[in-house]
């Protein structure tokens, strides 16, 4: 049996470009994309937290350092330029890979410049 698992998640990015007309996909700071694990072409998740949209592309690489984070194509519909989005990708384990498993949990701020990594999310309190 295999399990889907969250295997990268930028939190809290935000969008500085919306381009309509650009190929397909989202520009990811490559600085981003190395610190997640999140590959060049990879599906991503993206989680609008700002309008509530949630829909599904690519990853493409945005020069290093530059903190874009770019939605382009028709989800440039879905995101504009100061919305705070959750980038997540996912990945299929196996049972016993499982048991080391960890995903990679950047947390980035207001100029999509890592904050802080993590492996865990805590427990929700009641």
């Given amino acids: 049996m295999q399990s889907t698992m969250l295997k990268a998640k930028l939190h809290r990015a935000r969008v500085t470009h919306a381009e309509l007309e650009y190929e397909g996909s989202c520009a990811i700071d490559e600085t981003l994309l190395a610190a997640s694990g999140i590959r060049e072409y990879e599906q991503i998740h993206i989680y609008n937290v700002t309008n509530g949209e949630r829909f599904i592309t690519y990853a493409i690489r945005a020069e290093a350092g ?61």
């Fill in 66 to 126: 530059s903190g874009v984070i770019s939605v382009n194509g028709a989800a440039a519909h879905k995101a504009q330029p100061g919305d705070i989005v959750i980038i997540c990708a996912y990945t299929m384990l196996s049972q016993q890979e499982l048991a080391q498993f960890k995903p990679s949990l950047i947390y980035v701020d207001e100029h999509n410049c890592i904050a802080r990594i993590g492996h865990a999310i805590p427990v929700q309190a009641a």
